[in-house]
């Protein structure tokens, strides 16, 4: 739990069904800005890794996410539960997230970790990799986690996430 020191990060990670540029994702693909503009100003938001540096994470062939052409991912850091909580089911961002299976494979597989970082840490793919890793292998901890280890965490209950981002 947060105590003032600590802020949350999360990291998403999708393979899209068609390539980027295919008219079958187009509806995604516009609405990226959209989302990552409400995202930016969203009450306890902090920090998102920059597009620049997210397409280069996803395109390189020897980095953490594999180079997979269709690799869709976010990273980013939230003041608190709430905040994130907030963005994620109470902004346009819910719309996207409810239309996930239009543009994503296997939606209900793990794709979805978070973790607390000291107040002022960025980090990096390679950190977001090597923890949602760990979820994979081990289930939810201190180390990483999913909505259903955060107590104060409600709103994914009642939105259709029990299988894709516990």
């Known amino acids: ?14 393979i899209l069904r068609h390539d980027w540029n295919d008219p ?12 990552n503009s409400v995202a930016m100003r969203s009450p306890g938001f902090v920090w998102m890794l920059g597009e620049d540096q ?13 180079g997979n052409p269709r690799t869709a991912s976010t990273l980013s850091v ?4 709430a905040s994130l909580e907030h963005f994620v089911w109470n902004t346009v961002h819910r719309h996207f997230y409810e239309r996930r299976a239009e543009w994503y494979d296997a939606v209900e597989s793990l794709r979805f970790v978070m973790w ?19 979820l994979q292998a081990h289930g939810d901890s201190d180390h990483a986690f999913g909505w259903r280890y955060l107590t104060e965490a ?12 516990e």
């Open 54 to 66: 997210m397409d280069a994470a996803q395109r390189d062939p020897e980095g953490p996410l594999g």
């Open 78 to 81: 939230w003041e608190d539960v």
């Open 154 to 165: 409600q709103q994914w209950k009642t939105h259709g996430c029990a299988h894709a981002a």
């Open 24 to 35: 079958r994702v187009q509806g995604f693909v516009d609405g990226l800005d959209l989302v």
């Open 116 to 134: 607390w970082v000291p107040a002022g840490h960025r980090p990096d793919i390679t950190e977001a990799m090597a923890r949602f890793r760990h």
């Open 1 to 14: 739990m947060a105590d003032g020191t600590l802020h949350l990060a999360e990291f998403n990670l999708g």
